[in-house]
């Protein structure tokens, strides 16, 4: 009996031991700020394989009119006003810094429009939520990405409120949300592609 509780008292310090060190382990990632990047850069590599793709057919918000009221705050610090999107193509994607899939799709969404960005009367919109737009700036210039990023910094209307993020959605040119989609993807596909070219 003396020998099977020893036994177990020495397998259970050694399983507290254990969840010891990978709690510190993952105390260290929280507090020194390397959790976001890292799960950031592990689901960039799943949404790299193609196994997670926008479903297109999506019918949560399509077809519902898009509220064009709004404003948001700019790079450069100056007000934006959301109306003057009315009668083009809009990609909305609302992220922040603190979120691993945002970071996740982020390069997909970059390589997207680089693809598209010349392409007539559509416009792309990354919308940060951070509430230091600061983080925000700064994530965006070490990244090097070239999409217009604004700041929710007066709100966000009733079109654009989401249970979670990233949230991604396009707007036709008349005013209709014709797709909607909460979590990460790979935005750039072929099929997405053509199915923002057919939209204009």
């Not at 099977?4 to 260290?28: C, D, M, Q, V």
């Not at 009221?69 to 994607?93: P, S």
Request: hydrophobic residues 40%; neutral net charge; aromatic residues 14%.
């Amino acid at each position: 009996m003396g020998y099977f509780l020893k036994s177990y008292l020495l397998n259970w310090k050694k399983e507290i031991k254990s969840w010891g060190i990978w709690l510190a382990a993952l105390a260290l990632l929280y507090f020194t700020g390397w959790m976001t990047p890292i799960m950031g850069g592990l689901q960039n590599l799943v949404l790299s394989t193609g196994l997670i793709k926008p479903n297109l057919t999506l019918v949560d918000k399509s077809q519902l009119d898009f509220d064009y009221t709004g404003q948001f705050l700019t790079i450069n610090d100056q007000t934006l006003n959301l109306e003057q999107y009315r009668g083009k193509t809009v990609f909305i994607n609302l992220w922040a810094t603190w979120c691993p899939p945002c970071l996740a799709e982020m390069p997909h969404i970059s390589e997207l429009y680089k693809k598209v960005k010349d392409q007539k009367d559509l416009e792309f919109l990354m919308i940060a939520l951070d509430k230091d737009f600061e983080k925000s700036k700064s994530y965006i210039e070490k990244k090097g990405f070239t999409f217009p990023v604004v700041h929710a910094a007066y709100g966000l209307n009733a079109s654009l409120q989401s249970e979670s993020i990233p949230t991604t959605l396009v707007v036709s040119p008349s005013g209709k949300i014709i797709f909607y989609q909460e979590g990460m993807s790979n935005f750039n596909t072929e099929a997405f592609i053509e199915f923002l070219k057919e939209t204009n």
